[in-house]
Nanobody, 121 residues
Framework: QVQLVESGGGLVQAGVSLRLSCAAS????????MGWFRQAPGKEREFVAA???????QFADSVKGRFTISRDNGKKTVYLQMNSLKPEDTAVYYC???????????????WGQGTQVTVSS
């Protein structure tokens, strides 16, 4: 069974850093691009960042220069390092898997259940 399990969320103050992890199982992790999305209450789910199987990266304009994405194929895990967090970053963060590097959520095959990130001002 395919599983993507996010962890590392929590309540933090603005300006600090947080690292999210997503552990994958049930599929060939190294053959998939991995992405992070987020959804705030009352808003649509939005793209945050993605990484290809070769290390190519793509970021949303709202997080460029603050967030970075990485992966460890041996551990079948993808990470989202979030720096200089802002209250606007508050959302449920989801990891997802796609066959190629892309920002459209409709192209992702597998999804995790999400982890809550809350940034206080």
């Amino acid at each position: 069974q395919v599983q993507l399990v996010e962890s590392g969320g929590g309540l933090v103050q603005a300006g600090v850093s947080l690292r999210l992890s997503c552990a994958a199982s049930g599929f060939t992790f190294s053959n998939y691009a991995m992405g992070w999305f987020r959804q705030a209450p009352g808003k649509e789910r939005e793209f945050v960042a993605a990484i290809s199987w070769t290390g190519g990266r793509q970021f949303a304009d709202s997080v460029k220069g603050r967030f970075t994405i990485s992966r460890d194929n041996g551990k079948k895990t993808v990470y989202l390092q979030m720096n200089s967090l802002k209250p606007e970053d508050t959302a449920v963060y989801y990891c997802a898997a796609a066959r190629f590097l892309i920002s459209s959520d409709t192209q992702y095959d597998y999804w995790g259940q999400g982890t809550q990130v809350t940034v206080s001002s």
